[in-house]
């Protein structure tokens, strides 16, 4: 079988047709970070261990990793140190869906930097349970940015989706409103809160390049929802760095990186099968509920920032957002898909 990470490190330039793009360096990093307590939320997951892997060699004060799953974090102790999640007091288990939970963790770490990189993230599976969705993406962001403000946690970076720029689906409406929750007046404290959208992030865990390579290699059908279809890509290490760099910036708002152009997914298959030496049997299954046949990185003007490759979105927002969420309690996906709804409608300029 062939090693996943080493095709993936392989192929990043040759299947989405440009270089990975350096945009902070790890003297750079020192130096935002230097006195830092960072908490990095959903660490078990491609982004948060992409992000842990970046930052153990940085000279920061100390570095913590939560996330619900007990497994995840044991791989990601083990990668990075040899150290199991069991032995280190760096690995916290907890769930942004708990409130009283997040509370105890942050008094416990008191964490000057807060990078919220849990969530649910499968387009096509939120669209069947809506109700998931708000609770983690819309709910899960409130808790974590309201015990961060309210324990003067200096920084609350947001972890957010190219799929929330006029958004057409469960997934891209949740991520949407969660950034929009962070720039909301109710948070007039010190602490600075901000989003970053990210693109497909090539090779993170469940990515449709890591299920065509698992297509391609047993010889099974590749299926694509489009001939036309065609989305933004963007490596595991400009993901993390994007996130790192935009602490660096003053203002709050939502951050994109400049991925170039889109890449028709057709090509990315044929790249991926020419590699790997097999033939391609592709089966075209139709579009998704929710899905575009091409992403948008904003939703409204864009602004320079001091880094070349990165744009602030600027887009309005209305006051009392997080006010209307606190109100909300779905119990089943019928009242969630309503309730979303309801608050892009009504919220989201």
């Known amino acids: 079988m062939v090693s996943n990470e080493i095709i993936y490190g392989e192929l990043f330039s040759q299947v989405v047709g440009r270089p990975e793009t350096e945009i902070i360096t790890l003297d750079q990093i020192n130096k935002i970070f230097s006195n830092s307590r960072i908490l990095i939320i959903g660490a078990g997951g491609s982004i948060g261990s992409a992000l842990a892997r970046r930052l153990v060699d940085a000279e920061i004060k100390d570095l913590f990793f939560l ?12 990668g990075l140190s040899d150290v199991a999640a069991s032995h280190s ?3 916290l288990v907890g769930d942004v869906r708990d409130p009283a939970g997040l509370e105890n963790i942050f008094k416990k770490i008191e964490p000057s930097v807060v990078i919220h990189a849990a969530a649910l993230k499968h387009l096509v599976i939120l669209e069947k349970f809506p109700r998931e969705g708000f609770l983690t993406n819309i709910q899960g962001t409130l808790n974590v940015a309201e015990v961060a403000a309210r324990l003067n946690a200096g920084q609350f970076i947001n972890i957010s989706t190219d799929k929330a720029a006029k958004p057409s689906s469960v997934l891209g409406k949740t991520k949407k409103i969660a950034e929009l929750i962070c720039e909301d007046t109710f948070f007039d ?7 970053v959208r990210f693109g497909n992030v090539f090779a993170s865990r469940g990515s449709v390049i890591e299920t065509f390579i698992h297509q391609i290699t047993n010889d099974l059908s590749i299926t694509i929802t489009h001939e036309d279809v065609a989305r933004f890509f963007m490596s595991k290490n400009e993901a993390a760095n994007l996130v790192l760099a935009s602490a ?5 708002g939502t951050y994109i990186q400049n991925m170039g152009q889109e890449v028709k997914i057709i090509d990315v298959v044929k790249r991926l099968a020419n590699h790997l030496g097999k033939k391609p049997n592709i089966k075209f299954i139709g579009m998704q509920k929710g899905e575009k046949l091409n992403e948008e990185l904003f939703d409204g003007p864009a602004q320079e920032t001091k880094y070349p490759h990165i744009s602030r979105s600027i887009h309005g927002y209305k006051r009392g957002l997080v006010n209307e969420v606190l109100k909300r309690n779905p119990t089943n996906d019928k009242e969630a898909t309503i309730i979303i709804d309801e608050l892009m409608k009504n919220w989201v300029d």
């Open 67 to 78: 996330d619900r799953d007990e497994s995840a974090l044991h791989a990601l102790a083990l």
């Open 248 to 252: 660096s910036l003053d203002d709050n």
């Open 89 to 91: 007091d760096k690995c």
């Open 189 to 195: 404290t010190k602490s600075r809160q901000c989003s």
